[in-house]
Structures are given as C-alpha cells and as structure tokens.
C-alpha cells in the first residue's frame, strides 16, 4: 500500500528566507505527486503536481518542488516566503491505477513564518 | 462555476443521531469524493464516484455511513448513529476522469462534532 511521510510537523522560517518542505513516498510505481496547501477556513488548493516528464515542476504562488526516483522524494521549495504562507501544506500521492482512485496525504507540516 | 460546496460547513450533534452532509461539485466534473480529516491529520480518502456508480469504498467507511450519488450529481454522505469518534472535517472533491489530469478540487469542508 501506498504510503506518504511527511517528517516536519512544524517548520519556522523567517519572512523572506527560503523554504524546503519534505516529502518521501512509498509506492511500486511511479506515482502522481501532488502539494496541497490548507489554510484555516479554507478548502485544500493544489500548489503543483507531478505526473510524468520533467522532474521540476513549477507551481502556483512561486512554489517548486522535485521528484527524485532515487531518494522517493517530492521536497517542495519555494525561494522567499512571505507572511501569506503561513498554512499547512500536504503531500499526497495518487494510485494511478488497478484501485482506488483516493489520495492518499501525509499528515502535514505546519508553517510557521517569523517576521 | 463556483467550486465545490458543502453545506453545512458546521454541524453539531449528540451521539447517536443521524447526520447527512451534501456536496455540490463543479458542475461538468463526472467523479466525485469523499474524505475525513482529523485534527493534526492528513485527509483520509473514504469512497468515490464516477457518475452515480460508486467504484471504492475504503476500509475507513463503515457500515454506519453510506454515500450516494442518485443522479451523478451531488452527493450526500450519511452518518448513523453517530460517535464521538466521528467527530471531524468531512471534505468533498470533484475531477474529471478522461482530461489530461486527474486533478481534484476540494469543497471547504463540513466540520462534524458529536458531543
């Protein structure tokens, strides 16, 4: 079964310094990736996703992230944060056939930005 | 087109009532989920549908709720006899299956508490 860790529950970065969310996945395949960021009152919003071709993928909101095979990882990055992305961000992994057809997320990484 | 909707977005019960949620999904989108999100947790995926068939349910939902889709519309969730237990988001997201992605969008959520 597919599997997704997200190992930082919090992170705290300053406002205008870089950010790296984690994200390693387990699965047979190769999978369809996706960062979802969740703000309070709000419904979750796709940052980027991953299907195939290009490892970088760019996203919403000045968001990256990159799929490693070798590492099963898809970190999400973004250069310079602002206080607006104070949110918890997921890391879902999509089963992309045979089955269930449901994300399956990693528990979130609460970020925190410092002013 | 506005997105997906859910009403409520707040629903407060005693343990061992009924409660049935609905959810309006982006209108040309032809499948349509269902998640549960606790507190601190990732979404947990709990069934779908394409069209009015319902292809997957998951572990998670148990024999005291049940999903329909009666006209490959909107759907409603229904609970049974509720427990404490089920306390949390339930989050509703529609896709269209046969595009170039799968992506889903979320509705914003109904928030269950059962006291």
């Known amino acids: 079964a597919q599997s997704v860790t997200q190992p930082d529950i919090h992170i705290t970065v300053s406002e205008g310094a870089s950010l790296e969310l984690r994200c390693n996945y387990s699965y047979g395949a190769t999978p369809y990736l996706f960062w979802y960021v969740q703000s309070p009152g709000q419904g979750l919003q796709l940052l980027l996703k991953?299907?195939?071709?290009?490892?970088l993928v760019q996203g919403i909101k000045g968001f990256e992230a990159e799929f490693k095979r070798s590492q099963s990882s898809f970190n999400l990055r973004k250069p310079s944060v602002h206080w607006s992305d104070a949110a918890e961000y997921f890391c879902a992994v999509l089963y992309s056939g045979g089955g269930a057809d449901g994300l399956t997320f990693g528990k979130g990484t609460h970020l925190i930005i410092q002013p | 087109d506005t997105g997906v909707s859910q009403n409520p977005r707040h629903k407060i019960t005693k343990r061992g009532q009924n409660v049935t949620f609905r959810c309006d999904p982006i209108s040309e989108h032809n499948r349509l989920y269902w998640y549960r999100q606790t507190l601190g947790q990732g979404p947990e995926f709990l069934t779908y549908f394409q069209n009015e068939a319902q292809l997957e349910k998951s572990r998670l939902l148990s024999d005291r709720f049940s999903a329909e889709r009666p006209k490959g519309s909107f759907s409603t969730l229904e609970i049974q006899r509720t427990e404490q237990g089920d306390s949390a988001m339930y989050l509703c997201?529609?896709?269209?299956?046969?595009?170039?992605?799968?992506?889903?969008?979320f509705g914003p959520g109904t928030r269950l508490t059962v006291l």
């Open positions: 997201a529609s896709s269209f299956f046969g595009g170039a992605n799968n992506e889903q969008f």
């Open positions: 991953y299907f195939s071709g290009d490892t």
